[in-house]
């Protein structure tokens, strides 16, 4: 899949399911808080902190993937 072809997709998912596209400040925020789920995964997987067993259940994948949903959100190609 190209970036390009994410883009659509996001676009068709929000345009079907969401409301709109949140502010570019809003994004940063939400980006902000995703990369730090991955950091509290990674710091617990391979650091020397320990999981807390609400945090067990969150998968690296995913929380990559919130990640990645934003920074496409974030790109808006065509000015949408």
């Known amino acids: 899949m190209t970036i390009q072809n994410a883009q659509t997709e996001v676009d068709n998912w929000i345009k079907t399911y969401g409301v709109r596209y949140f502010s ?40 990559m993937a919130d990640v990645l949903w934003v920074l496409i959100c974030l790109s808006k190609p065509n000015g949408r």
Request: proline content about 0%; glycine content about 10%.
């Open 24 to 63: 570019e400040l809003t994004n940063m925020a939400i980006l902000t808080e995703e990369v730090g789920e991955v950091a509290r995964i990674i710091s617990r997987t391979y650091g020397d902190q320990s999981f807390k067993e609400s945090d067990k259940a969150k998968g690296l994948g995913d929380e």
